[in-house]
């Protein structure tokens, strides 16, 4: 079992203080605007997403509006979580057979899925998961509407073009020969610790990009105008693994929710298979 590494840090501990903050945050002057009604028939259009990981407090309202939109939607068979490996421990790129305990229970691991996807660049090591707060923050929302889920957790340590598109494709091949209904989850901020005008400026190229599935130029533009975002690996291994249309849900950053004088950028997106 992967027991939760920042539960009463960037989310409450407990399942009732949960309840509250998530009907807060999707009320919220940044969020959804609503608290959507789970969909047990939802056309399942939604195949892949974009959410922030910081503390709910700050970029919960941005997540929200994913979460809204996928709830209505209906839930596929299991979510593949991407997240960026913060702290240098364990594989490059890994998975998890251990499963996720948060305040709202068990997700548990898809086991047949995460063996597809480990016959070629990807490890099964739990050490690359064990303090890792940027796949577990994803978690409790997706709870939120319906308790029992089914996830694949990836962490990547190394995020280079080639690799990240190499890791969609295999994405993309495990999720064709399984069979199942998937949807791909990638997780990333933006701009970290700049004035909010700067982040506003550079993190609109970033999302450009995105929005026009151009990821030579999500590279480009990062390494070109030094876009601190942290997950932009996982942000092209879900492009690579998709082909639907992006859609930008919503941008702020953590000067919008609170004054500070150097923020951090948060974007919620959207890929629709039609």
């Known amino acids: 079992m992967r027991e939760?590494?920042?539960?009463?840090?960037?989310?409450?501990?407990?399942?009732?203080?949960?309840?509250?903050?998530?009907?807060?945050?999707?009320?919220?002057?940044?969020?959804?605007?609503?608290?959507?009604?789970?969909?047990?028939?939802?056309?399942?259009?939604?195949?892949?997403?974009?959410?922030?990981?910081?503390?709910?407090?700050y970029s919960g309202p941005v997540a929200s509006h994913f979460y809204a939109d996928l709830a209505e939607d209906g839930y596929p068979d299991t979510f593949i979580i991407i997240g960026p490996n913060h702290y240098g421990t364990g594989s490059g790129i890994a998975t998890t057979m251990e499963d996720f305990r948060t305040p709202y229970g068990i997700a548990k691991i898809d086991r047949e899925l995460a063996g597809?996807?480990?016959?070629?660049?990807?490890?099964?090591?739990?050490?690359?998961?064990?303090?890792?707060?940027?796949?577990?923050?994803q978690i409790p929302f997706l709870?939120?509407?319906?308790?029992?889920?089914?996830?694949?957790?990836?962490?990547m340590m190394i995020q280079e073009?080639?690799?990240?598109?190499?890791?969609?494709?295999?994405i993309k091949n495990a999720i064709s020969d399984s069979g199942k209904d998937v949807v791909i989850i990638a997780s990333t901020d933006f701009s970290?610790?700049?004035?909010?005008?700067?982040?506003?400026?550079?993190?609109?190229?970033?999302?450009?990009?995105?929005?026009?599935?151009?990821?030579?130029?999500?590279?480009?533009?990062?390494?070109?105008?030094?876009?601190?975002?942290?997950?932009?690996?996982?942000?092209?291994a879900m492009l690579t693994a998709t082909k639907g249309k992006v859609e930008l849900l919503k941008y702020a950053t953590s000067g919008d929710v609170h004054h500070m004088d150097e923020v951090v950028g948060y974007a919620s997106f959207k890929v629709n298979r039609r």
């Open 4 to 57: 939760p590494a920042v539960a009463g840090q960037f989310y409450p501990a407990s399942e009732s203080e949960l309840d509250s903050l998530f009907s807060d945050l999707f009320l919220h002057p940044l969020g959804a605007g609503r608290i959507p009604r789970y969909n047990h028939e939802g056309e399942r259009n939604i195949e892949g997403g974009i959410v922030p990981h910081a503390g709910y407090i």
């Open 116 to 137: 597809l996807l480990t016959r070629e660049i990807v490890d099964i090591d739990e050490l690359a998961h064990k303090y890792e707060h940027s796949i577990e923050v």
């Open 143 to 155: 709870q939120f509407f319906k308790r029992e889920i089914q996830i694949v957790p990836i962490t």
């Open 161 to 170: 073009q080639v690799i990240a598109e190499e890791l969609g494709k295999v």
């Open 192 to 236: 970290h610790y700049v004035p909010k005008r700067k982040a506003y400026k550079n993190d609109a190229l970033a999302i450009e990009r995105i929005l026009n599935r151009d990821i030579p130029g999500l590279y480009h533009v990062i390494y070109k105008k030094n876009i601190t975002m942290c997950g932009y690996g996982p942000v092209a």
